[in-house]
C-alpha cells in the first residue's frame, strides 16, 4: 500500500517536470522544428487592457487596421478589470475577420503558426485557486529550445518554455482562436469548427465577405451541404444568382435527397425568371421535406412565391 | 407616472421582441444555420431577445451607467453573440428554482445573469473575466 502511494507520488513529481502534451510535439516529425512570425504588429497593453491589446495585435496581422483604444468600448468591462471570451470572438468578426476556435492542443496553436496565423490565447498566468487571467498572442516556437514567443503584455517578444505556457494555457481549457482574412483557413482542426464559425461571420460580417469565405471552405470540402448553402445563401444576397445557383446545383447533386437545397435553388431560379425550373424545383423539394412541418411551410412560401410571380406575367 | 413608467417599458420590451424576430435571409431562403443545427437556431433569439429586454430595465441601466458602460454598447455587445453563444448565456435560465412567486425570481436570476455578465457579482462560471 505504502509502496503503491510512492509510485504514485512520484508520478506525480515526474509530471511536473514536463507539462503533458509538451513531448508529444517536440518528438513529433510532422512539425517544423521552429518558425517565427517576426513581422506581427505589436501593442504594448495599458492598465488591464490585455484583451483589446491581444485582439488589436490579432487583427492588425491580417491588416485589419484597428488600435486598441477603438476596441476598448466593444470587448473591455471597466468593473472587472478584463475581457470576456465570448466578446473576444464577436468583436474579431464585428471587424472582419473570420474567428475560428482551434483544437485545445499544443500541436494545433504549432500548425497554426507555421502556416502564417498567429494564435490568440487565454492563460491564466496565476494558479486555478488564485486565477490570473490573461490574453496574449502567440508568434513563434523553437522544438529543439522548447521554447514558444508571445506578443504578451508590455513585453514584445515574451519567452516562455513550452511547458510552462502548456500548463498555464491548460488553465483557460486551452481556449485560443485565429483571426483570419475571409478567404483564409485554418491549418489546424476539421470542417467543424470553420462551419461554426462561418455562420456567425454570415451574419456578422455581410454577405459579400461570407461568401469569399465560404467559397474558399467549399473548395477545401466539396460537397459539404452547409458549406454549399451558406456559400449559395450569401452569394444570393449580395445579387450573384450565377454563383448561388452553381452553388445549390452542386448541393443538389451531392445532395440529391435535401429539400433544402432544391428549395433555395428554386429561389434562385426565381430570382433568375427561370419560373419553370424553379417550380420543378420547389416541387422536387416539397416531396423531399417528408413530415417536416416547419420545413413544408417554408416550401410552401417559396411555391406561392413563383405562383405570385406567373401572375403578375 | 408609474403607469407611464410601466406603458413604456411594455412599449420598449415589444420594440425589441420584434426586432429580434427579423430574418437575414429574405425570401423564402431556408438559412444556412437552419441547416446546420435546425435545434439550436430558433433557441438563439429567443434567448438573445430575453437577455436584451433585460438589458433596457431601467435599473439594469442605471448600474451599467455606474460600471462605466454605455447601455447602448452593452446591447451592442449582445447583438453580436451568435445563437450559440446566447444560448450559452441563457441556459442557466432553466435552472432557475421554480415555485412559488416564479416571475419575480426569474427575473431576479435574469439580473443575477446580467451584473455576472457585467462582473460585478460571480455567479455563474461560464462569465469568466480576464486580466
Known amino acids: 500500500m505504502i509502496l503503491k502511494s510512492f509510485i504514485l507520488a512520484f508520478a506525480f513529481l515526474l509530471s511536473a517536470c514536463v507539462a503533458t502534451g509538451v513531448r508529444e510535439v517536440t518528438q513529433n516529425p510532422q512539425f517544423p522544428r521552429q518558425h517565427e512570425l517576426t513581422e506581427t504588429p505589436f501593442f504594448p497593453q495599458e492598465l488591464y487592457h490585455c484583451g483589446p491589446a491581444a485582439l488589436a495585435t490579432a487583427l492588425n496581422a491580417i491588416d485589419v487596421k484597428v488600435s486598441p483604444d477603438q476596441l476598448v468600448p466593444e470587448v473591455y468591462i471597466p468593473s472587472r478589470k478584463g475581457s470576456l471570451q465570448i466578446e473576444m470572438l464577436a468583436a474579431a468578426r464585428r471587424h472582419g475577420a473570420l474567428a475560428v476556435k482551434i483544437e485545445p492542443e499544443l500541436g494545433a496553436v504549432l500548425k497554426e503558426i507555421s502556416a502564417g496565423n498567429v494564435v490568440l490565447v487565454m492563460q491564466n498566468l496565476g494558479l486555478s485557486w488564485a486565477p490570473s487571467w490573461h490574453y496574449a498572442v502567440v508568434v513563434g516556437y523553437d522544438l529543439d529550445k522548447e521554447l514558444i514567443w508571445l506578443r504578451s503584455g508590455t513585453f514584445e517578444r515574451f519567452e516562455m518554455s513550452l511547458s510552462a505556457f502548456q500548463r498555464t494555457w491548460a488553465r483557460s481549457k486551452y481556449w485560443a482562436f485565429v483571426a483570419l482574412k475571409p478567404g483564409d483557413l485554418p491549418a489546424s482542426g476539421g470542417v467543424e469548427a470553420v462551419i461554426s464559425a462561418l455562420i456567425t461571420y454570415e451574419k456578422n460580417a455581410g454577405a459579400a465577405k461570407a461568401s469569399v469565405a465560404y467559397a474558399a471552405a467549399a473548395k477545401r470540402w466539396p460537397g459539404n451541404l452547409v458549406l454549399l448553402t451558406g456559400l449559395g445563401n450569401s452569394a444570393y444576397v449580395t445579387g450573384d444568382f450565377t454563383s448561388a445557383a452553381a452553388a445549390f446545383r452542386e448541393a443538389t447533386s451531392a445532395h440529391p435527397d435535401s429539400a433544402v437545397a432544391h428549395n433555395n435553388l428554386a429561389n434562385v431560379q426565381l430570382a433568375q425568371g427561370e419560373v419553370k425550373a424553379a417550380k420543378l424545383s420547389a416541387e422536387k423539394a416539397l416531396q423531399l421535406a417528408g413530415g417536416d412541418q416547419k420545413l413544408q411551410s417554408q416550401i410552401q412560401k417559396t411555391i406561392d412565391e413563383i405562383n405570385a410571380y406567373s401572375i403578375k406575367k | ?131
Open chain 2, 1 to 131: 407616472m408609474n403607469f407611464v413608467k410601466r406603458l413604456f417599458s411594455a412599449f420598449l420590451a415589444a420594440s425589441i421582441l420584434f426586432t429580434g424576430s427579423i430574418q437575414t435571409v429574405q425570401a423564402a431562403m431556408i438559412s444556412t444555420e437552419q441547416v446546420a443545427e435546425s435545434s439550436i437556431t430558433s433557441q438563439g433569439n429567443q434567448d438573445r431577445t430575453l437577455i436584451v429586454a433585460a438589458l433596457s430595465r431601467e435599473d439594469v441601466q442605471a448600474a451599467l451607467v455606474a460600471r462605466g458602460i454605455d447601455p447602448a454598447q452593452a446591447q451592442d455587445r449582445v447583438a453580436a453573440l451568435t445563437d450559440e453563444e446566447a444560448s450559452v448565456v441563457a441556459s442557466q435560465l432553466d435552472t432557475a428554482p421554480a415555485g412559488g412567486i416564479i416571475g419575480a425570481i426569474v427575473l431576479i436570476f435574469l439580473v443575477l445573469l446580467l451584473t455576472d455578465i457585467l462582473g460585478f457579482t460571480k455567479i455563474f462560471p461560464f462569465t469568466r473575466s480576464v486580466r
